[in-house]
């Protein structure tokens, strides 16, 4: 038994005293928020980090979800996957857009791309997949199926900071690309998020959206949002980003760990990362299937019994709360795959500070050694 609790992953904070510059400089400047110093520095680093052309910062995803629709008048129907976080499907509701759930592929648990094409209608306009788990979706096929059919393509990319495929980043796909900063996530700034984009044309106008749709003191061209990230999260942004590399170096040495001690086991599936990728290690997921002795509720269970407390990522669909249940695309019927992974999931704790010897208890725990 062990006596603390271990969660399914603890947020990633830099040394507080290199944080007490910082402040003092915001002190200082009085400046606060609205684009300020630290604001325009971590755009540039982040730029240069991921290898991506333009970035413009949130207060959180979410935000940044709902103002990249927005930014490329994105209307009537829009392909999505119901295995994700609320917020991906959410961000289409708030604009007023139908979506239309696709089911995934049963083995990279993305949106899965031979589907797509049957779920196009008239009033598609655009496909919002979502790289789960930091695992790249197949962005060449996604893009192929997009351009055949004049469609906007929008990647929830909250999980991917810092995935790289073939072709660099991963996030250089689509038209836009969204990034979560949330406390829970790889990368943090307590809250926040960002929109990644490909032309300064294209990030005016996400800028004039984050900030009520402002040009200048006194023209306001659209009804916009207050999406601004602050001073304060931008600065803790610029130190966060001075520990991301050793923090994902720590988290790949967890997920192997957890590779070689679970694979053997009969009935548990390790999620596996996309082929010729570099990924960020930012979940553990295993799909317990019927062949291991326990269900996978009996297994979460016993896992919070011993004090680990993993989560059921991503159960229920998003397909099955109220909101999006009445859909024709939410039947059960239509996301077999989906349906599935839901009721056989279960993400691991993964962090940066997790004991090597907690991540083999867990492994033994699993391995059915400990009851
Ligand atoms: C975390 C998350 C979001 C929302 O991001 P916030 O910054 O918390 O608003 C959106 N989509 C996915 C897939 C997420 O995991």
Not at 175 to 185: G, I, P, Q
Not at 189 to 213: H, S
Not at 233 to 251: E, F, H, T, V
Request: aromatic share 10%.
């Amino acid at each position: 038994m062990t006596e603390n609790r271990i969660y399914v992953t603890q947020p990633h904070l830099p040394p507080l005293e290199e944080f007490i510059p910082y402040l003092e400089q915001i002190w200082s400047s009085k400046v606060l928020t609205n684009c300020g110093p630290f604001h325009q520095q971590f755009e540039q680093a982040l730029c240069e980090y991921l290898g991506v052309k333009h970035i413009s910062l949130f207060t959180n995803g979410t935000i940044a979800l709902v103002t990249a629709l927005q930014t490329l008048r994105i209307s009537g129907e829009v392909i999505t996957t119901p295995y994700s976080f609320v917020a991906t499907a959410h961000s289409l509701l708030w604009n007023s857009i139908k979506p239309v759930f696709v089911d995934i592929d049963p083995v990279t648990l993305n949106l899965d791309p031979d589907r797509i094409e049957a779920a196009i209608t008239p009033r598609t306009t655009a496909i919002m997949p979502v790289h789960c788990y930091g695992h790249a979706c197949d962005v060449e096929r996604i893009q192929k199926i997009a351009d055949n059919y004049g469609l906007k393509v929008i990647y929830d990319a909250a999980h991917a900071f810092g995935v790289q495929c073939q072709h660099g980043s991963v996030l250089r796909y689509g038209d836009l690309s969204v990034l979560s900063f949330h406390a829970t996530k790889v990368f943090n700034t307590f809250e926040g998020g960002a929109i990644v984009c490909p032309d300064a044309k294209t990030k005016k106008r996400i800028d004039q959206l984050k900030n009520f749709g402002f040009v200048n003191d006194t023209t306001v061209i659209a009804p916009g949002i207050n999406g601004k990230m602050s001073e304060i999260n931008a600065a803790l942004g610029l130190l966060q980003l001075k520990g991301i590399d050793a923090a994902i170096q720590k988290r790949g040495v967890i997920d192997q760990t957890y590779r070689d001690g679970l694979t053997p086991i009969k009935g548990i599936r390790c999620v596996p990362d996309a082929a010729e990728t570099v990924g960020n290690y930012a979940y553990f997921p295993i799909q317990v299937g019927p062949e291991y002795p326990m269900t996978r509720d009996g297994l979460f269970q016993k896992l919070h019994d011993h004090g680990i407390i993993a989560r059921r990522y991503f159960h229920p669909l998003i397909s099955e709360f109220p909101m999006y249940r009445g859909l024709p695309s939410s039947a059960a019927a239509n996301l077999p795959a989906a349906s599935k992974v839901a009721r056989e999931v279960i993400c691991l704790p993964i962090y940066p500070n997790l004991p090597p010897e907690q991540v083999e208890f867990i492994v033994s725990l699993i391995a059915n050694q400990i009851t």
